[in-house]
């Protein structure tokens, strides 16, 4: 039986040129696409990113997923990341961005799922969309009109997160069902590629190469070009076969020098963290 969403997937990460770490981690592999972004430092981040990485690997290999099957296996990694924090790395955490494949009555979705400010885009129609929404003070700022996007980028506050897994954050995670289309394009990434590379030139990444694979090479290039502050990782999945309703169609084959670019709990940063 033919899943409800074929993809083709091309996968680039890159510790970038200011750390000796990477602490992202991430999960290619049909249902599921994820980037985990670790904070903490070594024994810590690194640690809880590709744990939280590996609680969902026993969910590959399903056709598809339900919000149930990732809500249960977003509750085994939260515990054990808190876990990691009591074993004395008490700033233990991660980001957790992506989709999964999912199905409504047969047809393909995309279930896509964040908590963080690791971010989840999808490319259709040539039009770009940031699906997931950033949990982050700066996000909060311009949400309360006190704070403009263009300003974001250079905001000291730009790398404090307000929800995560682990890091003393209760904060749950943001779900959407996305119906799917084929020539659907999804990256997933950590900040270290949003953090550089605008939303515009991301677009034009996307656009340019038809291989996924080049197109996230081309991406952790560009961000590497572009200072490389912090780790960088890209997931690109492309929609080859989506399943549809019968009829329906689709069906086919401040000095940037003194920024921190680290991703940092607000427990930590400001004394608080919902």
């Known amino acids: ?3 409800p969403i074929v993809a083709r997937v091309g996968t680039a990460t890159h510790t970038g040129l200011r750390r000796a770490l990477n602490e992202d981690a991430y999960l290619a592999e049909a249902p599921l696409f ?3 972004d670790g904070m903490g430092g070594h024994q810590a981040g690194d640690v809880a990113s590709t744990t939280v990485i590996a609680e969902f690997r026993g969910l590959q290999g399903r056709g598809s ?3 149930d099957d990732i809500s249960f296996a977003l509750a085994r990694a939260r515990a054990a ?3 990691i924090a009591g074993g004395g790395a008490t700033s233990a955490g991660t980001t957790l961005s992506g989709v999964a494949v999912a199905e409504v009555d047969g047809v393909g979705y995309w279930l896509a799922l964040n908590i963080g400010d690791s971010r989840t885009y999808r490319l259709a129609g040539g039009v770009l969309e940031q699906v997931s929404v950033d949990h982050s003070v700066v996000q909060e700022l311009i949400d309360a009109g006190e704070l403009v996007a263009a300003d974001a980028q250079r905001d000291r506050r730009r790398n404090i997160i307000t929800r995560a897994l682990g890091a003393g954050s209760t904060g749950e ?3 959407w069902m996305i119906p799917a289309s084929v020539g659907d394009r999804i990256l997933v990434c950590s900040d270290g590629l949003s953090s550089e590379v605008g939303d515009e030139e991301i677009r034009e990444a996307l656009l340019r190469h038809e291989d996924p694979q080049a197109a996230a090479d081309l991406l952790i290039a560009r961000a590497l070009e572009l200072g490389g502050r912090d780790n960088v990782t890209a997931v690109i999945v492309d929609a080859i076969h ?3 309703r019968p009829g329906a169609g689709g069906a086919a084959g401040i000095d940037d020098e003194d920024i921190d670019s680290d ?3 607000r427990a ?3 004394g608080g963290m919902r």
């Open 1 to 3: 039986m033919t899943a």
């Open 34 to 36: 994820l980037v985990a």
């Open 65 to 67: 997923l339900s919000i």
């Open 81 to 83: 990341v808190d876990a």
């Open 173 to 175: 995670a943001d779900y």
């Open 242 to 244: 989506v399943t549809t």
């Open 263 to 265: 991703t940092r709990p």
């Open 268 to 270: 930590e940063a400001m």
